[in-house]
């Protein structure tokens, strides 16, 4: 056995509590020693539940005592997204004019992790209200890589991502309107999936249907897929409150044994139309191999969206920003001034992308639409022919804070969201995961693995078999 549970998968954590190999309460205080010796170094969280997760490890303890039925979580500590809520527990989403907002009951998907036995230890560093993929607030400031503190760890589930590539914690989900799973899981060298749209619930108030604009749904973030699968099972089906939400589809962790002998996958690292750093190319070139070794099919084809990544980033930047607009709303609605008084104590990329941005027009969010409608089309040809496509999850390696880069190869690009190659799953809902590939210059490289809507096991099952063949356990930093 491992030393220590901080090192152990949630489904082995799962196991040995069962088995009573550990206790909920050793593993938890393992695990708040460790986040409160190394968060200092990537700032991935911004709440450390102590006396929450100490008392739920008691009650966890208590039920197998008592012989009481064990969830498959049971005991198995988890950090939560600060846009999330967990009852108690205060949900800054980043900003300071929530610095101090205490949550007063559980989001839909957090209660069904807990449910399942799973400790909430904490929540993780976003940026603010989610808008990035890169993390950043002026509530905590911002979060780093593992391989590198210096350089970022994606967003908006940046905090998730470095807490999972630091061994902070076993489980970490996010949530995914742009990239905001897969950026930080190819940043920090772990997995992340986004399912298809609707698998885990998002119940959002005042306005139920924001997630529309563009999709945007839960994940889990882990670091294998086994332990990203179980997790999904627990937090996927449909809720009477999320008009978007869809009934379960089988047992995901099954997708994890699944030979993919059967699978025919396409292969194109830039989609045809995206920069991609000739070194991230060679390394997702030599690791698409895997995929081979597993029996699968891979061919290398470019799929034909209809437009060119400028076109398809404008489309994105529409829809988003009325959904930003919304949000504006709904902080007025909320007693705040985010475009008058309270604008100061919003951060300055925020007051830029958003604030000072100029509201679409309804036929140009329609405009919108019709290129997402060729985006669809052009996914639906390619997944008439293949099971899978599988790309590069961002066009470039971790950069330093502060530093969004502005060209690729040589290639000039929109440099805040121009290098991720992430936003086209989120018009069209499609699952789509990011699985560590391998490293440039000791930094991680993502790969992204999409499928058509609600074949989530395919995208499951391809991921653990590139495991098997490639595992990454052994490759994140221990000082």
């Known amino acids: 056995m491992v030393s220590s549970p901080t090192h152990v998968t949630a489904a082995g954590l799962a196991r040995a509590i069962r088995d009573g190999e550990y206790s909920p309460t050793e593993v938890v205080d393992a695990v708040l020693e460790r986040i409160h010796e190394r968060n200092d170094r990537t700032n991935a969280f911004v709440t450390v539940t102590d006396d929450l997760a100490r008392e739920m490890a008691a009650e966890a303890e208590h039920a197998i005592a008592e012989g009481e039925p064990l969830g498959p979580l049971h005991g198995v500590p988890v950090a939560i997204k600060d846009l999330d809520d967990v009852e108690g527990v205060r949900t800054t989403s980043g900003s300071l004019l929530f610095e101090d907002r205490v949550a007063e009951s559980d989001s839909p998907f957090v209660a069904r992790l807990k449910d399942a036995g799973a400790i909430v230890v904490g929540k993780t560093n976003t940026p603010e209200f989610g808008l990035g993929v890169t993390t950043d607030n002026r509530v905590a400031g911002p979060t780093g890589t593992p ?114 002998d059967e699978l025919e996958i396409a292969f194109s690292p830039d989609m ?54 919304s949000l504006l709303d709904n902080l007025e609605e909320e007693g705040f001034d985010p475009r008058g008084d309270d604008r100061d104590r919003l951060r300055p990329y925020f007051v830029d992308l958003v604030t000072d941005a100029d509201e679409p027009t309804t036929r140009e969010y329609k405009r919108a639409d019709v290129v997402r409608t060729r985006v669809l089309d052009g996914m639906a ?27 690729i190869d040589g290639v000039e690009i929109e440099p805040y969201r121009g290098w991720v190659l992430t936003q086209p799953y989120n018009l069209t809902g499609q699952p789509a995961a990011s699985i560590p590939a391998g490293f440039v210059d000791g930094l991680p490289v993502g790969m992204q693995i999409a499928g058509e809507r609600h074949a989530d096991d395919d995208v499951i099952a391809a991921s653990a078999a590139f495991e098997r063949r490639r595992p990454w356990h052994d490759e994140y930093p221990e000082r």
């Not at 940046?158 to 990239?179: K, W």
């Not at 799929?303 to 990544?309: A, I, S, T, Y």
């Not at 599988?390 to 880069?405: I, K, L, Q, R, S």
């Open 381 to 407: 040809d390619l997944f008439g022919e293949y099971d899978l496509l599988v790309t590069a999850t961002a066009g470039t390696t971790p950069f330093p804070h502060g530093e969004e880069p502005e060209e």
């Open 147 to 260: 391989f590198d503190p210096a350089r970022v760890s994606g967003g908006s589930s940046g905090g998730a991502g470095a807490a999972l590539g630091d061994r902070l914690v076993p489980l970490a989900p996010g949530s995914d309107a742009g990239g905001s799973v897969r950026v930080p899981a190819s940043f920090c060298g772990v997995y992340g999936l986004k399912p298809t749209q609707g698998v885990i619930p998002n119940v959002s108030r005042p306005n139920a249907y924001a997630s529309h604009t563009p999709f945007s749904t839960n994940g889990p973030l882990a670091r294998t897929v086994e332990d990203a699968a179980l997790s999904l099972d627990v937090m996927a089906g449909a809720h009477p409150r999320d008009p978007f939400s869809v009934p379960k589809r089988g047992e995901y962790r099954a997708a994890v044994d699944r030979p993919i």
């Open 272 to 325: 045809g139309i995206y920069p991609v750093d000739s070194a991230v190319r060679e390394t997702l070139e030599d690791a698409v191999s895997a995929f081979e070794r597993a029996g699968a099919t891979v061919d290398a084809v470019d799929p034909d969206l209809g437009h060119d990544n400028e076109e398809i980033l404008d489309a994105y930047y529409t829809m988003a920003t009325v959904r930003w607009q």
